[in-house]
């Protein structure tokens, strides 16, 4: 396997931008559910949970960023999830990731209206529009808690005006490349809203990575090396001068600093400060490539906004 970094033929792709726009933090493993596609084996007996102390360096250092970027695991189980939104609102604009299923739970049922009032944008997992297809990736009864989420947050405003952005997020339900975004777009609209009269803003269509839970399934169906095939020669050079990667810091639940989410489990992180603690100014860095960013690079591009050409 030629290793990813030597695909990239222009030096200047290797570093990040001069300016990053995106703070990415996971704030804790802790997840209701535990699906089969996660990169970080989220899920309920997860201790990992971000401190308020680490927050506060996270608002130190978000002025210099557009937009804070939350995720998990659950990010909403974190106990100082609100404190995090109410503050970094205030800075930035904050987009919460979400599996929407957690708003179905006791104590989070506020969570909807919460986030609408401050106007943050969700990114909610939805990996696909049947029930079926939904539930064998996420457990029974995912599908319809989604659904009525869904309704709660398009009766708050959420897809239907530009200060309620609803982006869904779409994974694949196996070892292959997702369809193409905008035609599975149209695919989802026309589903959701005539079968629930649901509608949103934008679908993003993500590669799966091979690490974590998906890459623990892959090795034990023996399917590991076929899809890793199938993304080193799908690999698109046009894809790599927008990795994510190249405009963004990512921290962990713990304060670490990474390049992105997927560097998170495999301790690879950056190439700089350690841990956001240590952190006062933001430089332009070299990034810590490994063999699973083929899965970035593959087709029409991935990354957590979506395609990428
Ligand atoms: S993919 Fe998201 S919702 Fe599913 S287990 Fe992982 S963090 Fe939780
Ligand atoms: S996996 Fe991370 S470091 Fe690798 S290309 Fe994707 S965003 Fe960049």
Redesign the pocket.
């Known amino acids: 396997m030629i290793p990813?970094e030597d695909m990239i033929n222009n030096p200047a792709l290797k570093f990040t931008a001069e300016k990053l726009r995106v703070l990415q933090v996971n704030i804790g493993s802790l997840c209701n559910l535990s699906c089969t596609h996660c990169h970080i084996n989220a899920g309920p007996g997860r201790k990992e949970i971000m401190t308020r102390e680490t927050m506060t360096h996270i608002l130190r250092i978000l002025p210099n960023f557009e937009t804070l970027d939350i995720t998990g695991g659950a990010p909403e189980m974190n106990p100082d999830f609100r404190f995090l939104v109410d503050e970094a609102a205030k800075l930035a604009h904050v987009i919460v990731r979400s599996n929407l299923v957690i708003m179905t739970q006791k104590g989070y049922e506020d969570i909807p209206a919460f986030l609408a009032d401050r106007n943050i944008e969700i990114a909610a997992s939805l990996p696909c529009y049947t029930e079926e297809n939904c539930d064998s990736m996420r457990g029974k009864g995912t599908f319809n808690a989604a659904i009525s989420v869904l309704k709660t947050l398009n009766a708050l405003g959420y897809g239907h005006d530009e200060k309620h952005i609803l982006d869904l997020v779409y994974n694949p339900n196996g070892d292959f490349l997702p369809p193409n975004q905008s035609e599975l777009e149209a695919e989802y609209k026309s589903r959701l809203m005539s079968e629930h009269g649901i509608t949103f803003t934008r679908l993003f269509t993500i590669t799966n990575?091979p690490i974590g839970r998906f890459g623990d399934s892959l090795r034990k169906s023996g399917s590991y090396d076929s899809y890793m095939t199938l993304l080193i020669d799908s690999f698109n050079p046009s894809a790599v001068e927008n990795?994510?990667?190249?405009f963004?810091l990512s921290v962990a639940w713990d304060g670490r600093l990474?390049?992105?989410?997927?560097?998170q489990p495999l301790g690879?992180t950056i190439d700089g400060p350690q841990n956001i603690a240590d952190l006062h100014e933001i430089q332009k860095r070299r990034?810590?490539?490994?063999n699973?960013?083929y899965?970035?690079?593959a087709g029409s591009g991935?990354?957590c906004g979506g395609t990428t050409v």
């Not at 990795?243 to 190249?246: A, D, N, P, T």
């Not at 990034?287 to 490994?290: Q, Y």
Request: hydrophobic share 30%; aromatic share 16%; charged share 15%.
């Open positions: 990813f990575n990795m994510m990667c190249r963004q990474y390049d992105c989410d997927f560097n690879l990034i810590r490539f490994g699973h960013c899965a970035c690079t991935s990354s």
